[in-house]
């Protein structure tokens, strides 16, 4: 009995291992990088926030401004490419918050004012505008977060 025991063991270790190793068939997954642009590229904000447009969005609608509860779709690394959040690839749900009201890193706050609806926008965040010398999750302290963020547009109080 003991020896039926230690043979199904080794195979549910086999197939729980196969499992973990990478395979040839296309099935794996990798989460992208931020995309790079030329440094000289980025909008520099006086608080050291840097940001660039890829995608302009909508300009015949109002662009995004504080007090506005907002959609945006994000996905956030760290500056060695690590992918710590995405309302993307994690949750695959959009994210609403009420722009200008601290809601968000000031980062945040300061860098989607002035986006269109369906633009996306790449923000660069000095850890004084992320979270500073404290450690979240993830994220170390005085980290500098990159940022891709799609707004969506403003979210429907119906």
């Known amino acids: 009995m003991k020896s039926l025991y230690l043979l199904i063991s080794?195979?549910?270790?086999?197939?729980?291992?196969?499992?973990?190793?990478?395979?040839?068939?296309?099935?794996?997954?990798?989460?992208?990088?931020?995309?790079?642009?030329?440094?000289?590229?980025?909008t520099v904000l006086d608080s050291g926030l840097r940001y660039i447009d890829f995608v302009e969005g909508d300009t015949t609608l109002a662009p995004a401004e504080a007090g506005t509860s907002?959609?945006?779709?994000?996905?956030?690394?760290?500056?060695n490419g690590f992918m710590f959040d995405s309302s993307v690839f994690f949750r695959g749900t959009p994210f609403n918050f009420l722009l200008g009201a601290?809601?968000?890193?000031?980062?945040?706050?300061?860098?989607?004012?002035?986006?269109?609806?369906?633009?996306?926008?790449?923000?660069?965040?000095?850890p004084a505008l992320a979270y500073g010398q404290i450690a979240r999750q993830n994220i170390p302290a005085n980290s500098t977060l990159i940022f891709e963020v799609q707004y969506i547009g403003v979210r429907s109080t119906q």
């Open 70 to 79: 907002i959609l945006v779709h994000y996905s956030g690394w760290l500056e």
């Open 102 to 126: 601290g809601q968000v890193i000031r980062g945040w706050d300061e860098g989607i004012v002035g986006m269109y609806p369906g633009g996306q926008r790449q923000l660069v965040i000095p």
């Open 10 to 42: 080794f195979v549910l270790v086999g197939f729980i291992l196969s499992g973990c190793d990478s395979n040839d068939d296309g099935d794996d997954f990798e989460l992208p990088l931020p995309q790079e642009f030329n440094e000289a590229d980025y």
